[in-house]
């Protein structure tokens, strides 16, 4: 019989075992990356695979973390593995990332079985392929991504095995930082096992596994339930990438959503097929989209597990730009076309749910690499970063500025960690100023980082998107500004860049990278007049965008809203529209 109220302990005893995990991950990590910037993700799961508990980490990790244990243990059948064993795997066609997401798997056994699977991804600065970083933007084939590593054991009877690390060490540029994430990978799994066998002690065997299965089936009638009560009826999105890294010609993602009785249809066909560059999404990075999708709109409170994914059905056809055939490259779509992929679900989601889907966020990642030889001690490096950008407005108020959004939940890597760790110079980081979707409630604003490469040659990747297409904005909301890319030389010649680009630059070449805002909800001219002052008195909305986009009018002195002009020219801008 099951208990409420210990199902809820259950439940909170799992995501905590969880969230020390990814504490311990990060905490013991080398790579800024890891240990800055919180890349990883950390999860439990049922002996057969099936996830139970995940930490609230990276919202692109929960689909994959849902389809990568199963897969691994077609490989690895509990009758292959012993006490002690762990298990690495990084090849998309499996685990269904991009190369540097490399994942490792610990069971844990008791009373001689398997009783549960504690797991991690982390994103490591480099795992070789043609560019520093092993996110190049023209790659054309999955080979010129990195090292794949298929599912082996990494540690053998809770011995690591040196002669695999050997191996890999040597197809990467940053062994250092990589040899000591994954160990900081396999602590991780550690300490997980020990809570869980904790847990296991205190309340038996029998009945941690009963509440394991009763999670899960717990999510699936709570999201059952918030099906049951949407409209019944089929609605159609479509967005575009700006191209693929090779060519610039846009690539359609479809979606259609079909709301039944008690689950979800959404089909993706009429996506353009699978591109010659590595925009393509395998099917768990498209599948994460629509985890993320429809647990945020319909009640972020549900347990992120198996249960999650039982009344979706998601069609996504072969060798199409959310599902590619093998080899196709796949190293930037987690960057741009996951994010893409959960604008046109939410775009989609507003015609049936227009209060509870904000207007459309910076639409990217932000992907910025620089490598090369530090001239400081002649070692290879890795400087890996992804940016936020201005999140999307929505009934209940503005986008936040600058933060990571939709798909992503890093954070920043703080200036002085960049200055001591890499050869380069941060000149600038900051907001950007009037590049808010204007709205009742207006979008949030990009990003703006200008960094110097010092006293080497290097290779730069920047992986953007929304250059041309702005990030849309709802219900009157205006859009968000666009993307720019701009290199400066050193004798301070400047150049504007692809939204893609992969290059080598030269000693004392700036590279500034603006990331897009966030769409508008609502007109702009029912802004509350007050708001629109305190950010022209912040810097981050002109006085002339005020007038223009607002109809709010601020004395250029006083930093004061003219309330007089302010009516004045609003029923003026009204009255134009009409």
Excluded at 64 to 87: F, N, T
Excluded at 524 to 547: F, I, N
Aim: hydrophobic share 35%.
């Amino acid at each position: 019989m099951i208990d409420a109220a210990t199902l809820e302990v259950m439940r909170n005893a799992l995501q905590s075992i969880a969230e020390e995990m990814g504490v311990t991950l990060i905490r013991t990590a080398l790579s800024p990356n890891i240990k800055d910037r919180k890349d990883c993700s950390t999860a439990i799961y049922t002996p057969d695979g099936r996830l139970v508990a995940q930490a609230e980490h990276i919202p692109l990790h929960l689909g994959l973390m849902q389809s990568v244990v199963k897969e691994v243990l077609k490989a690895y059948p509990r009758e292959k593995l012993s006490p002690g064993d762990a298990l690495i795997i990084n090849d998309p066609y499996i685990s269904g990332s991009h190369l540097p997401d490399i994942c490792i798997f610990l069971p844990v056994f008791y009373q001689g079985e398997i009783i549960g699977i504690m797991a991690n991804l982390a994103h490591h600065v480099d795992v070789g392929g043609i560019t520093p970083g092993s996110t190049p933007s023209n790659s054309t084939s999955i080979f010129q991504e990195g090292i794949r590593i298929p599912p082996v054991k990494i540690m053998k009877k809770g011995k690591l095995d040196g002669e695999i690390m050997e191996i890999l060490s040597r197809n990467v540029r940053t062994s250092f930082e990589f040899n000591g994430d994954i160990r900081a990978q396999i602590a991780a799994n550690a300490v997980g096992m020990k809570r869980f066998l904790e847990l296991i002690d205190r309340y038996g065997k029998e009945d941690v596994i009963k509440y394991l299965e009763e999670l899960i089936d717990y999510s699936e009638r709570a999201l059952r339930q918030e099906i049951k009560m949407l409209p019944r009826g089929s609605w159609e999105y479509t967005d575009y990438l700006e191209g693929d890294g090779i060519t610039e010609v846009p690539l359609a993602i479809k979606v259609k959503v079909n709301i039944n009785e008690d689950t979800i249809y959404l089909d993706f066909n009429g996506t353009d097929s699978q591109a010659q560059g590595p925009v393509n999404s395998t099917r768990p990075v498209t599948l994460a989209c629509v985890y993320y999708v429809v647990k945020s709109v319909l009640n972020p409170e549900i347990p992120s597990n198996e249960g999650i994914s039982l009344p979706l059905e998601v069609n996504t056809p072969e060798g199409t730009l959310v599902n590619p055939l093998y080899p196709a490259p796949v190293s930037n779509a987690n960057i741009n076309t996951a994010q893409r992929i959960a604008d046109v679900i939410l775009g989609a989601f507003s015609k049936f749910l227009p209060e509870r889907v904000p207007a459309a966020s910076a639409g990217t990642m932000g992907l910025f690499t620089i490598g090369g030889v530090d001239p400081r001690n002649g070692e290879h490096y890795s400087y890996v970063e992804t940016y936020g950008g201005g999140q999307g407005a929505s009934s209940r108020g503005d986008g936040m500025d600058g933060v990571h959004t939709n798909m992503t939940n890093t954070r920043n890597t703080p200036t002085e960690v960049i200055e001591i760790a890499y050869p380069l110079l941060v000149n600038r980081y900051s907001l950007r100023p009037d590049t808010e979707g204007p709205g009742k409630h207006r979008g949030g604003m990009g990003l703006c980082r200008e960094i110097e490469v010092l006293g080497h040659e290097a290779q730069v990747t920047l992986s953007s998107e929304r250059g041309k297409i702005r990030p849309w904005g709802l219900k009157g909301g205006k859009p968000g500004a666009n993307s720019l890319n701009i290199f400066k030389d050193a004798a301070g010649k400047e150049e504007i860049k692809p939204a893609r680009i992969t290059t080598r630059v030269d000693s004392g070449t700036k590279i500034i990278y603006n990331t897009p805002g966030g769409g508008g909800y609502g007109s702009p001219y029912e802004r509350d007049p007050l708001e629109v002052t305190r950010d022209v008195k912040k810097g981050l909305v002109s006085l002339e965008r005020a007038e223009r986009e607002y109809g709010v009018v601020v004395d250029p002195e006083r930093k004061e809203l003219d309330l007089q002009k302010t009516i004045d020219l609003r029923k003026k801008l009204l009255k134009d529209d009409i």
